[in-house]
């Protein structure tokens, strides 16, 4: 009987982040205008990344996808005709204690929010300074 007490409400809640996350991931997919995993230092050359891409005018945000050995700092550039945007994003890490165990999340701080005035083809170098064997994921997204 006290097993069926635990099981269900760990079962009710699995299904609920299953159905959270199906229905999320569409809305994330339909406004990511750039996004590139960085697990492979083959995809560094020169100890950065870069690529190209065009943003129509809007509103963009980054959202990044970082765990433990991630870069400490991620240094990312945009540039194009009319704009140009520089932040070096560190990353932090939160304990959370749970009473028996301990777990850690982390993110990247810094300024998240972007503006184009208009249509254009952007560059971005992505620079870990010099940590290239942690993974992580960097997207943009139209707000």
Known sequence: ???KIIVIP???LIVIFVVNFSLDQPEREENTVFHVTLAD???YSNGVYSDSFVLDEGQYSFRF???GSSPEILSISLNGESFNFIEDFKLEST???TGISEYFTWKYTGKEML???EKQEISIIINPNGKIMGSVS???LQN
């Open 1 to 3: 009987m006290n097993k």
């Open 10 to 12: 760990i079962v009710a």
């Open 41 to 43: 230092p083959n995809l």
């Open 65 to 67: 996808v970082p765990n």
């Open 115 to 117: 503006e184009i005035s």
């Open 95 to 97: 304990s959370h204690h």
């Open 138 to 140: 960097v997207y943009i």
